[in-house]
């Protein structure tokens, strides 16, 4: 089994900082990408950021200059700074990851987290 547990949600001005963390463990042979997807009121779940194994990196245009993705392969772990945030940034937050279990090496399994909240007042 897998889990992904996320980290650092919370309430922030516009123009303020987060910083989303999300950590990988169970029974993992490999990752071979992990991201951030948003999925605000009403709305449809959309990428936000993504890094492969390779740190090949995609961001959302909405998002390309004000969050930054990064990964510790070592660690299973994968963060997201996000700044100059903006009240269209609000909403819950999910980690996602593609792994390769120790069972099934041959074969991805795409995983979320439970998802962290995210609110910029105005």
């Known amino acids: 089994q897998v889990q992904l547990v996320e980290s650092g949600g919370g309430l922030v001005q516009a123009g303020g900082s987060l910083r989303l963390s999300c950590a990988a463990s169970?029974?993992?042979?490999?990752?071979?990408?992990m991201g951030w997807y948003r999925q605000a009121p009403g709305k449809q779940r959309e990428l936000v950021a993504r890094?492969?194994?390779?740190?090949?990196?995609n961001y959302a245009d909405s998002v390309k200059g004000r969050f930054t993705i990064s990964r510790d392969n070592a660690k299973n772990t994968v963060s997201l700074q996000m700044s100059s945030l903006k009240p269209e940034d609000t909403a819950v937050y999910y980690c996602?990851?593609?792994?390769?279990?120790?069972?099934?090496?041959?074969?991805?399994?795409?995983?979320w987290g439970q998802g962290t909240q995210v609110t910029v007042s105005s």
């Open positions: 890094v492969t194994s390779g740190d090949n990196t």
């Open positions: 169970g029974s993992i042979f490999s990752i071979d990408a």
């Open positions: 996602n990851a593609v792994i390769r279990n120790i069972q099934s090496p041959y074969y991805t399994s795409n995983y």
